[in-house]
């Protein structure tokens, strides 16, 4: 288990499952590139930095982006970007780089912009591994999870199966947290076979 006690930030990874799970994704696979989509105030990227070498981190909300900026200028192999999360990932993403892990957390307010986060992924035709924060954990959403406020969408494996299946041509396996620490949010991990 990796102490993250002594880091002082609101971050996703304040949850000690959702670190040491990332963790242990990332051996298996062999990441390289770690891209989050929501930023908040850095914290996560700060977090993840020490652990994998190169770190992108996506904010569309200018205030956000100006917190992140500061809680982030000294983490050199931090890359903090502003503006739309899929319009990013389609330049930080490189063809066929499977060595890559997507934390997809920008999904609040009335645009959701996941299911273009998945469209990007398949055109670039990879393989990464991702986790989606905020997610339902069947069968009974024990965890906290996103429902869109303008029509009421579950942020769920319905929601996403069509483009998961795209992505992975049917070729992936999943799993949902089973337990969290100071964030109570559903979070799925989603990953090639191998």
């Given at each position: ?25 990332c051996e298996k696979y062999k990441i390289t590139k770690f891209v989050e989509t929501g930023s908040y105030h850095g914290g996560s990227a700060k977090i993840v930095s ?87 954990v069947p069968p009974n959403g024990q965890f906290g999870y996103d429902v869109h406020p303008g029509d009421g969408t579950i942020l769920n494996f319905d929601y996403i ?34």
């Amino acid at each position: 288990m990796t102490d993250i006690s002594s880091i002082p930030c609101r971050s996703a990874y304040i949850d000690q499952y959702l670190l040491d799970t990332t963790i242990d994704l990332c051996e298996k696979y062999k990441i390289t590139k770690f891209v989050e989509t929501g930023s908040y105030h850095g914290g996560s990227a700060k977090i993840v930095s020490r652990y994998i070498r190169e770190v992108h981190t996506i904010e569309n909300d200018p205030d956000l982006f100006k917190i992140s900026q500061k809680n982030l200028k000294n983490y050199l192999n931090v890359t903090l970007h502003f503006g739309n999360s899929s319009e990013i990932l389609n330049k930080v993403l490189s063809e066929g780089d499977d060595n890559i892990f997507l934390f997809l957390d920008a999904h609040w307010g009335l645009y959701w912009p996941l299911l273009d986060e998945f469209k990007v992924i398949k055109q670039k035709n990879i393989k990464p591994v991702i986790a989606i924060h905020d997610f339902f954990v069947p069968p009974n959403g024990q965890f906290g999870y996103d429902v869109h406020p303008g029509d009421g969408t579950i942020l769920n494996f319905d929601y996403i199966n069509q483009s998961v299946n795209e992505i992975y041509d049917g070729q992936y396996e999943y799993f949902y947290n089973t337990k969290c620490s100071d964030i109570n949010s559903g979070i799925i991990y989603i990953y090639p076979k191998k």
